[in-house]
């Protein structure tokens, strides 16, 4: 939750998300193991994260992504299946690195009511997972935030 998130670590960095990225929120704290001031390892589903982002808008709770080694996405999709159950869907779509390497990237969905989880083996680099933590009661509001950028940029042509 929000609050156990803030309280996580007094050593968050929290920043404005400036208008670049205003789909993500008003607000982003983060932690990066390197850079933890105490010292604490970040964890996530009981693995070393490499980094974890929470979005705030409003300072209410959006989003959470937590990024770690892809070598950790067995144990870590296990957690999240013992705390929400069996996935609601799961995708196998095959990537190829820019070094032309070909893996199936596992992609695993929970649908919780107004919230959703999605855990994928690789994200970005074959090297890192991530798992996306949302919150779409917000969502209304940041297809609104969306809107009004359209309608910004089309007025300034």
Not at 24 to 47: H, K, W, Y
Not at 66 to 78: E, G, L, T, V
Not at 116 to 145: F, K, L, N, P
Request: charged share 25%; proline share 4%; aromatic share 10%.
């Amino acid at each position: 939750t929000e609050a156990e998130f803030k309280q996580a670590n007094p050593g968050l960095d929290c920043s404005s998300t400036g208008e670049r990225f205003a789909t993500l929120g008003d607000r982003m704290c983060s932690v990066r193991r390197e850079n933890d001031p105490l010292g604490n390892i970040a964890t996530f589903g009981g693995q070393p994260a490499i980094y974890i982002t929470a979005h705030f808008v409003h300072d209410r709770f959006f989003m959470l992504t937590a990024n770690f080694k892809s070598d950790y996405f067995d144990n870590i999709a296990a957690a999240l299946q013992e705390k929400y159950g069996p996935p609601t869907s799961k995708e196998t779509p095959a990537i190829t690195t820019r070094a032309g390497l070909r893996a199936i990237n596992t992609q695993l969905f929970w649908s919780l009511g107004r919230d959703t989880v999605v855990a994928q083996r690789y994200s970005g680099t074959i090297a890192e997972g991530t798992v996306t933590y949302r919150d779409s009661s917000v969502r209304d509001e940041m297809r609104s935030r969306d809107r009004e950028q359209i309608k910004a940029g089309a007025k300034s042509l």
